[in-house]
Every structure is written in structure tokens, then in C-alpha cells.
């Protein structure tokens, strides 16, 4: 980002690309129509961290924040979001018309469990949403799925083992 | 909860191990004490700080203990437990040894009460086979299907040919869900046949299957029972629980609006009869599937008490640990089919730490702040408080949100305002899927059937403007990291206070 330029505006892009904006210097309020609400970020030890919107609390979270990317969790719905200058924004739109696609995708375990079942096999096709494990944690009986349309490179998973959270499942080579 | 009469004179529990954790280790605490009945609790390694353990009057502590098996899955353990405190009854609860004949049977022969039904009747319902043969034999209603046990692929598809796909295979020791498998066309079978007898060996020690014809989008509709030592049984109507994911029930209700009263007292007739055909007693649940013309099969017997129970006791005003207690006595049961009114609407939501966003999957970890709400028409149990954990090892479970009211409508309405006022941080849960659901108009209509999840594609429910107030925190943060150089012109006296995180993070990177 360039510190020499004046930022007089942020963009807040949501994952489904959605584009909020919000002019600089952030204010505590909202416009919504012709009316600006008050929001608030408080943080108390009867509810923890808090916005105040409208007279009614939310609770909020930050499950994870790098660089410019936040994952928030707000009112127990988790949103991820690119905080975008005008400038940035400018070179993303630059960028993106020459980007490639991911070409891996790198599945992991979840939560802790114990693979009950291992329904595919290195080299088979899989389809998006097509199981490819079963984990068994915390009394039920989870489907690991497919994210992508594809081909399985390496299982790292065996039947009956029991894997760590973020231990790595499978590999697929993005079709 | 009905008014708990203290007559302990004549009693013959006077103590009773809790061979289970959690709320309803609570629970059945809870009742205990209103008897005048003292309680032992297990305290584990895993969770050695477990609200359960404050509401025991007496602490058996096995967190030295390290064993590859979970205590309250260990009968001779819990066995020598109870005979070392002086435990002269056991009560199992629900998941873990709650439907192990051979830990009933255990129980009675070192002379322990077993609170719930026979080792006998636990058996015979826990085998799907037997059940469905005990069920045929006494004209209970049934989906079609096989005699009994499949023994290999070609009768799976004989057997299918002839009752017409779809079918279902299901394990004949499964529960719960595992083991289960749908197959609508006859070259899938002898795959799905072979998968769902492996999967059922891995699960339950047992390889046997059975098929049954599938019944498309039915509504879950099961009947408590009660039935005592003196061959009185009786039922106290039924719980809708078509609201499912993964077969596991999410939200219970009672009664179920898809019943009238005809149908309410067939059902409730049957469901006695099946109970009567193994010589039930204590509390029991019979489910049944229903059809979308009021068709209904029988499907099998819990013989236990269950995570759902709350709602029946709301609509009955009947205490059902108090009577599984007093039937496990050898009392006889003082309530007359008669007697038994359905008063009111009540609606149980499972507050489960999951991420209803990721499929409903577990989202284990530390409840750092909880707060329920305490209106007149909620109940709420509960085993966890603020630093309570979520652990991997046993289930989701954060609290049970009973809500009631005089009827359906009202006890709706009731919901909304008492989920908006549930308070949970530390992981994600079930409250987006409930807040969605209490929205949903074929939730209002009641026209829905155990297929409604997969109907929905979105799990959540997001309010107007919530994105963008998240947006806006986004915002905030990304300016309080990045934009606090001097050379750029951000006025931050009037951009309001940092953030409680960020200075959070100044100390505690995340």
C-alpha cells in the first residue's frame, strides 16, 4: 500500500463477493437510508467482546486474521472478508485477469477422529461433493467430501487409524 | 416437573451411581435429590472440573485411572464403583452402557438395581432382527422387508426385487444412525450390501443386515412409555423429531402436529402393545416413521431414557427419572392411561457445538462464555458452564433449550425470543440453524419431514445488516493494523476507541 497517497475510502470484500464500503476515518456509525446508526465494539466480563448495534448485543470473535484477510464470527456466523484500498483494490482487478486457478487442493483432518473408512483410492476421479472418508468423531459418523472436481493424488489416511486435528487426509489434483 | 412426593420410607434405593456425565448426569442428580435419594458422580481425567460433579454428594474419582476404554463404557469398573460407595442402583442415562443388556445383567447379578428395564427386553429391542420378528408376530404395522438377516448379496437383491426399490439396509445391532444404507437401484446393491455389513461389523462386532423398504421424507414420530414391574404399562403421547441431521435429532417437539387424537390413540395403542410384547418396564421410547398419508411403521424400541425426554415431561407435567426411580423400586405405577393430558406445546432445540456452516461438524473446544436465558417458558439443561470444555471424546452437546407454551404458535414464538437470547462464545454451534428454522415457514405450517435439512441450502440465519456490521469490525481492525501512521490523515480521536482485541493481541498474538 502506498503511505504517501491519502486513503479516503476502504473496501470490505465479503467471500461471496459482496463489496462493503466504508469512507476514512472510520466512524462509529452505520448509514442505513438517510440515518446513521451508532456501532459499537465494547468488550465487558459478563459477555466478553461485543458490538452493540440498535440496542442489542452480538456476540463477535475473530477466529483468524492475516494480512489484510479476517474471519469473523458474528452472532455465531462466520464471515471472511478482504480489506481492499482503492489502490489495492485497483491491482487485484489487474491481477485477476491473469490468475490462475489453484491446482491442488489439500484436505485435512477437521477435528480429531478415527477414519472408520477410506472410499477412494490414489488415482480415482472424484467428483465435487463425492464422499471420499468417513471420520468418526464425537459420537458421529462425519463425510469427508470432495471441495473440487478432480483426481486423487495421495491418501494419507489408513482405515481404522486415528488422525489429529489438521492432519493431512488426502491430496487431489484440481481438474 | 410434577410435584415429587418424599415418602423415602420405603424406599429400597438409597443411592444411586450415575454411570454417565454431563446434563443429564444432572438431571437425574437433580431428581435424586428431590427423593431424598444420595448420588455418587465419577470424576474423569478428561474432565475433572465438569459442572456434573458439584450437583454428586459423593465423588468417586478415577482421574488416576488411565485406560483405553472411557469409564462409563467399562462395566466391571462401574460395577466395583458402585459396590465400593455403597451404591445400591445404577442409573446408565443415555448413550454409553444405557442399552447394554449384558450391563443390566451385570448389575443384577451383584445385586445392584438397574435403573430401566430388563436385561431381556434391552436385548430383544437392540436386536433389529429379533424386534422386527417380535413385531410381525403381534400385527405391529412394519415397512416391508426381510425376515431376517441377509446372509449375501444375491438374497439382498431377491429380497429387494421384491419389495421394490428404494430400500434400506440397516445394521441388525445398529442405532443411531450407523450403519444405514440407501439403495434406490438394483446395481448398487451388491456394493451397498457388502459396504453396509463391513461398516456394520467395524461399528457394532456384528456383521448381520436386514432390508427394509425406505419410506420417502417421513415424518420421525415416537411414543414414550412407561411401564412398571407389576405388567402396567401406559403412554404419554408422542414427540415429533423429523428435524434430523445425520439421523441425530436436532429439535424435538411435543405433541406433534401431524397427529389428531384418532391417530394420536392408535399409535399410542400399538406402541403399549409392542412394549407388552417384551414385558416392559421403566421409560421407554417406541419410533415410528409416518408417511405423508398418515401410513406408519414401526421402526424400533429405545429402551432407555432420552436426550428429548424434557418435552414429554412439559406436556404431561409427569417427572420421568422420579418414575424410572420408583418403577426400578418395584413401586407400582399410579398414573392411569386416563389420566394422561397433553397440556400445552413444548420444543426442545439442541444446542450442540458444531459448525452448522461445515455440515454440521463437530466444533470441539472451550466455552469461555455462556448465559441462557431464565424466562418463565424456558427450561434449560445443561452440563457445561462459562470454562467448561467441549471435548472431543464425548459428544457435542452444550445445552438443551426447552421452551413451552400453550400451543404450537405460542411455544414458536417463545423459541425466537429465548434463542435470541442465548449467549455462547468459544466455538460455533446449532443457534444460527435453530434462529433459521424458527423462521422457516414450512417449520410454522409443521409440513415438514426428516428430509427438511437437506432441503435448506443455507444453514444459517443472517439478519439484516449482520454481514455488514461484521464488515465494518473487519473494517476497523485492518485500519487499527495497518492505517496508524502518522503521514496518513486518519483522525483517530474521532474514529472512537482500539479495539478490546487489538490490544488483546498487543499481549497475546492470536
Known amino acids: ?175 | 416437573m410434577g410435584g415429587v412426593k418424599r415418602e423415602s420410607r420405603f424406599m429400597k434405593i438409597n443411592k444411586i451411581l450415575i454411570a454417565n456425565r454431563g446434563e443429564i448426569a444432572i438431571r437425574i442428580m437433580k431428581t435424586a435429590r428431590l427423593m431424598k435419594i444420595s448420588t455418587v458422580a465419577v470424576k474423569t481425567a478428561v474432565e475433572p472440573n465438569a459442572m456434573y460433579l458439584s450437583f454428586a454428594d459423593e465423588i468417586f474419582d478415577n482421574t488416576e485411572e488411565v485406560s483405553e476404554i472411557p469409564i462409563f463404557l467399562d462395566i466391571d469398573k462401574l460395577i466395583s464403583i458402585a459396590r465400593n460407595t455403597g451404591a445400591n442402583a445404577v442409573h446408565p442415562g443415555y448413550g454409553f452402557l444405557a442399552e447394554n443388556a449384558y450391563f443390566a445383567q451385570k448389575c443384577l447379578d451383584n445385586k445392584i438395581i438397574y435403573i430401566g428395564p430388563s436385561p431381556d427386553a434391552i436385548y430383544k429391542m437392540g436386536n433389529k432382527t429379533i424386534a422386527r420378528k417380535l413385531a410381525l408376530k403381534n400385527g405391529i404395522p412394519m415397512a416391508m422387508g426381510s425376515d431376517g438377516n441377509i446372509s449375501n448379496e444375491e438374497e439382498a437383491v431377491e429380497i429387494a426385487e421384491k419389495i421394490g426399490y428404494p430400500v434400506i439396509i440397516k445394521a441388525a445391532s445398529g442405532g443411531g444412525g450407523r450403519g444405514m444404507r440407501i439403495v434406490r437401484k438394483s446395481d448398487e446393491m451388491e456394493k451397498m450390501f457388502i459396504i453396509a455389513s463391513k461398516e456394520a461389523e467395524k461399528a457394532f462386532n456384528d456383521p448381520s443386515v436386514f432390508i427394509e423398504k425406505y419410506i420417502e421424507n417421513p415424518k420421525h414420530i415416537e411414543f414414550q412409555i412407561l411401564g412398571d414391574t407389576k405388567g402396567n404399562i401406559i403412554h404419554l403421547g408422542e414427540r415429533e423429531c423429523s428435524i434430523q441431521r445425520k439421523h441425530q435429532k436436532l429439535l424435538e417437539e411435543s405433541p406433534s402436529c401431524a397427529l389428531d387424537n384418532g391417530l394420536r390413540k392408535t399409535m399410542g395403542k400399538i406402541a403399549v402393545q409392542i412394549a407388552k410384547a417384551v414385558n416392559y418396564y421403566s421409560a421407554g421410547t417406541v419410533e415410528f416413521l409416518l408417511d405423508s398419508e398418515k401410513n406408519f411403521y414401526f421402526m424400533e424400541m429405545n429402551t432407555r431414557i432420552q436426550v428429548e425426554h424434557p418435552v414429554t415431561e412439559i406436556v404431561t407435567g409427569i417427572d420421568l427419572i422420579e418414575q424410572q426411580i420408583r418403577i426400578a423400586n418395584g413401586e407400582e405405577l399410579k398414573i392411569k392411561q386416563e389420566d394422561v393430558k397433553l397440556k400445552g406445546w413444548a420444543i426442545e432445540c439442541r444446542i450442540n457445538a458444531e459448525d452448522v456452516q461445515a455440515g454440521f461438524a463437530p466444533d470441539p473446544g472451550k466455552i469461555e462464555n455462556l448465559s441462557m436465558p431464565s424466562d418463565n417458558y424456558v427450561r434449560v439443561d445443561t452440563g457445561i458452564q462459562s470454562g467448561s470444555s467441549i471435548v472431543s471424546s464425548y459428544d457435542s452437546m452444550i445445552a438443551k433449550l426447552i421452551v413451552s407454551g400453550k400451543d404450537r404458535k405460542e411455544a414458536i414464538k417463545n423459541c425466537k425470543m429465548a434463542l435470541d437470547k442465548v449467549w455462547i462464545k468459544g466455538t460455533k454451534t446449532t443457534l444460527p440453524f435453530f434462529r433459521l428454522l424458527v423462521r422457516n415457514q414450512k417449520f410454522h405450517d409443521g409440513t415438514f419431514t426428516t428430509a427438511f435439512i437437506d432441503e435448506l441450502d443455507k444453514y444459517y440465519f443472517n439478519s439484516e445488516y449482520e454481514e455488514m456490521l461484521a464488515a465494518w469490525l473487519a473494517t476497523k481492525l485492518f485500519v487499527e493494523e495497518n492505517l496508524q501512521e502518522k503521514s496518513i490523515n486518519i483522525d483517530f480521536e474521532n474514529s472512537g476507541d482500539m479495539s478490546p482485541w487489538l490490544l488483546n493481541k498487543r499481549i497475546n498474538q492470536f
Not at chain 1, 467482546?49 to 489484510?68: A, C, D, G, H
Open chain 1, 1 to 175: 500500500m502506498n503511505h504517501k497517497l491519502r486513503i479516503n475510502k476502504l473496501y470490505t470484500l465479503s467471500s461471496e463477493n459482496r463489496k462493503f464500503s466504508f469512507p476514512l476515518p472510520l466512524k462509529n456509525k452505520i448509514r442505513i437510508g438517510k440515518r446513521d446508526y451508532v456501532v459499537q465494539l465494547k468488550a465487558d466480563d459478563k459477555y466478553g467482546t461485543y458490538i452493540l448495534w440498535k440496542n442489542r448485543k452480538y456476540p463477535v470473535e475473530i477466529v483468524r486474521s492475516r494480512q489484510n484477510k479476517y474471519e469473523i464470527l458474528f452472532n455465531d456466523i462466520s464471515y471472511t472478508f478482504t480489506v481492499e484500498t482503492p489502490f489495492s483494490l485497483q491491482r487485484m482487478k489487474v491481477l485477476n485477469t491473469g490468475k490462475g486457478k489453484i491446482e491442488k487442493e489439500s484436505l485435512k483432518a477437521p477435528m480429531p477422529g478415527k477414519i472408520i473408512d477410506v472410499l477412494v483410492r490414489e488415482g480415482s476421479n472424484v467428483l465435487r461433493g463425492e464422499p471420499l472418508m468417513i471420520l468418526e468423531a464425537m459420537k458421529m459418523q462425519n463425510e469427508i467430501q470432495s471441495p473440487v472436481n478432480g483426481q486423487i493424488i495421495r491418501v494419507h489416511a489408513k482405515p481404522n487409524s486415528n488422525v489429529m486435528k489438521d492432519d493431512m487426509l488426502i491430496e487431489i489434483k484440481v481438474i
